[in-house]
Structures are given as structure tokens and as C-alpha cells.
């Protein structure tokens, strides 16, 4: 194994503790994927956070509908839609998967994020869609997951929880961290009468402000 595989490893180590530790993720309910070459390197199944090493991620390539792995221990159950994220967007680099608590709650009612606030935009368009519902780990779900995330950066997964895609693990990360915070503003905006939606054209204006935000945040 070189160099750069056992780094970009020990930052998937790295992320999943960050998950947990932000609050966005309870237990080894979350997942974490990441590009490597023709490969996909992804969180196994069930194993604590704490106990996790970077000898245990397991590899799939990202070509092999089967899922074929290597490594010590089974990847995580959702590496159906991970794999399939990973193939279909050459803009994600990495794959972050979670079950924060207002991002799940708006899945557990089927209902997207609006325009409520700008930082929608930080996710690729007017909204974040909610996708339809399957069982985890299934190729249904992967289905779901790529067309609610068409022209996206982030989608809910109904009754289930979020994903987000970064050119970076530091950036799906930071995504990750926001959908969260934005989720739970939307929810917070509900009990109050419901939020006055942005235009379109708003939206437009603050996708053309935003090239390039984030990426130091996300450093």
C-alpha cells in the first residue's frame, strides 16, 4: 500500500470520528466513502469509531456492480449507493453519509429543504430534495439516491437520514456539517408560521457568489 492510499485512509479514519464528534452522527450509524483511483475505499460495517483503523477500510472497485471487496472486514451495508455516487458524478470525491438528527426528521416526513435560506445554494440549486423510500443497502436506494441528487450536492434519504459529495473529504464534510445546521434552521422556521422561500433569480444570484465558497472552510 503506498503512501497516499495510507493517508487518504487515515482521513476516512479521521472523518468518521469528526462525524460522531459534531453531533451530526450517533453510533456506526454513518458511512464514509472516498475516490482512489479506480477505487473506492469505504467505512466497514458496524465497527466503532473509536476501535476503527485505517487497516479496516475496505476497498471496492468502483467499476464492479457486485462489490467485490478487499480488506480484513465487510464494508459498510449502504456501499451500493456509494459506489454508485461515485461512478456517476465525476465531481464527487468523496461520499459522506449520516443520520443527523433534524436532517432525519424532515426525511422521516418525506420533506425536502426549500429555498428558506441562502446557504441552499451551497448544495447546488433551489433546494435539497427528499428522496423516495428503500431499504438500506439496496440497489432500489442507489436508484433513489442519484436522482435526487441530479444537479445536487446533497439529498435526504426518506425515513432514513442525508448524504453529501465533496471534491474533497474536507469539503462533503463541510457540506455535511451545513445540510445539518440548515436543516435544523428550516425546522426551527417552521414553528414559527413557515419561512418566506427565495426567489429563483435570489437563489441564481447567490449560486454565481458562490464559486469557490467554502473551499477554505473546508481546508
Avoid at 475496505?58 to 451495508?77: H, N, V, Y
Wanted: net charge negative.
Amino acid at each position: 500500500m503506498d503512501r497516499a492510499e495510507t493517508e487518504l485512509r487515515e482521513e476516512i479514519v479521521a472523518r468518521c470520528r469528526e462525524l460522531n464528534a459534531s453531533g451530526i452522527n450517533q453510533g456506526t450509524s454513518g458511512n464514509i466513502s472516498a475516490r482512489f483511483g479506480e477505487r473506492m475505499l469505504i467505512s466497514p460495517s458496524a465497527v466503532p469509531y473509536d476501535d476503527l483503523t485505517q487497516e479496516m477500510i475496505a476497498s471496492i472497485a468502483i467499476a464492479d456492480p457486485e462489490g467485490r471487496w478487499e480488506g480484513p472486514l465487510k464494508p459498510s451495508t449502504e456501499w451500493p449507493f456509494h459506489r454508485r455516487i461515485l461512478s456517476e458524478r465525476a465531481d464527487a470525491a468523496a461520499v459522506v453519509h449520516a443520520h443527523p438528527t433534524y436532517c432525519t426528521a424532515l426525511a422521516m416526513v418525506r420533506r425536502g429543504i426549500p429555498a428558506a435560506h441562502y446557504m441552499v445554494a451551497a448544495f447546488g440549486g433551489n433546494d435539497v430534495r427528499c428522496s423516495g423510500y428503500a431499504p438500506f443497502g439496496t440497489e432500489e436506494l442507489a436508484d433513489l439516491a442519484v436522482e435526487a441528487m441530479r444537479d445536487r450536492t446533497a439529498c435526504l434519504l426518506a425515513n432514513h437520514g442525508m448524504i453529501c459529495i465533496g471534491d474533497s473529504l474536507a469539503k462533503a464534510m463541510w457540506r455535511a456539517i451545513e445540510l445539518e445546521a440548515l436543516a435544523r434552521q428550516y425546522c426551527l422556521s417552521l414553528s414559527l408560521g413557515g419561512p418566506v422561500i427565495l426567489s429563483m433569480s435570489e437563489v441564481e444570484d447567490t449560486l454565481s457568489r458562490f464559486a469557490g465558497y467554502g473551499v477554505r472552510e473546508a481546508d
